[in-house]
């Protein structure tokens, strides 16, 4: 079984001083405690100013996967890097705002390029 | 009837639930917020119980119509104060200290938003077996109070 999942890992992507994540499908415990471990580490390694994670291929958002989310956060925190959850789709948003879950804490943006404009990378056209 | 052993069977449970819901045409938003049902009572049953099972059926109710019914069963200590485990950010003991949110495992969330997004729920512990069933109907009763209600109360 183990064997069988390990291939199953979330890619961690680094853009200039960001690590984006996009999550995908359903996280299991397992999953989610090798996407914790490998995320830190590479913030670690990598000097990553900040985590942008990505939750348009996340079709349910349930309060274990936001415990998951909130505590990756926290400790990329600790580390000196900030995260930003993007890509939320309308049902999810309006699930999450009816089962209660506080997500006032967690900064959040539209789309990729919104959280990557808001842990302050910046497109430079040529005229600049 | 599913066993909730593993993280694993709370995906099959979800997928089941997800099947079973569709089959009975409920809309997307429907098929989502159930799915939470499914994960949230599944991880109670891991958590909490320890392990147990669960049932999902689909019901046909004279009165309200088509719907689904979602049962989990465990075997885990019961909860202590049922209307407290129904707030958010609460368990069955009371609220929950935010210095010890990261340690728990959980948010405290769960319960309410199962009550939240079912129609009826019902909680019955017996002889060390405990068990919690959800009802949502497809189409939702509504949730204000009729006038005459009101003036009963």
């Given at each position: 079984m183990t064997l069988q999942r390990s291939h199953e890992r979330v890619p961690i992507i680094q853009l200039f001083d960001?690590?984006?994540?996009?999550?995908?499908?359903?996280?299991?415990?397992?999953?989610?405690?090798?996407?914790?471990?490998?995320v830190l580490e590479r913030i670690r390694r990598s000097d990553a100013a900040g985590l942008v994670i990505d939750l348009t291929g996340v079709w349910m958002l349930d309060s274990h996967l936001c415990h998951v989310l909130s505590n990756l956060a926290t400790a990329a925190g600790l580390m000196g890097?900030?995260?930003?959850?993007c890509g939320m789709n309308p049902d999810t948003a309006l699930t999450?705002?009816?089962m209660g879950i506080d997500m006032r804490l967690t900064r959040t943006a539209l789309r990729l390029e919104n959280a990557l404009?808001?842990?302050?990378?910046?497109?430079l056209t040529e005229a600049e | 009837m599913i066993r909730i052993c593993a993280d694993v069977d709370i995906l099959a449970a979800r997928n089941a639930l997800r099947a079973l819901a569709l089959d009975?045409?409920?809309p997307p938003r429907t098929v989502l917020e159930l799915s939470i049902v499914v994960s949230e009572l599944a991880w109670n049953v891991l958590k909490h119980g320890g392990g147990g099972h669960m049932v999902l059926?689909?019901?046909?109710?004279?009165?309200?119509?088509?719907g689904l019914r979602i049962v989990a069963f465990d075997e885990g200590p019961p909860i202590r104060d049922l209307v407290s485990a129904l707030r958010d950010g609460f368990d069955d003991c009371?609220?929950?200290?935010?210095s010890t949110l990261l340690r728990r495992g959980g948010l405290g969330g769960g319960l309410g938003a199962v009550a939240r997004f079912t129609d009826a729920l019902s909680y019955v512990q017996h002889d060390g077996h405990k068990r919690i069933e959800a009802v949502r109907y497809l189409r939702r009763p509504s949730s204000r109070p009729r006038p005459d209600a009101r003036k009963a109360s």
């Open positions: 960001q690590l984006v994540v996009p999550l995908q499908g359903d996280i299991t415990d397992d999953l989610a405690d090798a996407l914790t471990q490998d890097a900030s995260t930003v959850l999450l705002q009816t404009a808001m842990q302050g990378v910046r497109l | 009975i045409g409920a059926e689909s019901i046909d109710d004279l009165e309200r119509g088509i009371g609220p929950i200290d935010p």
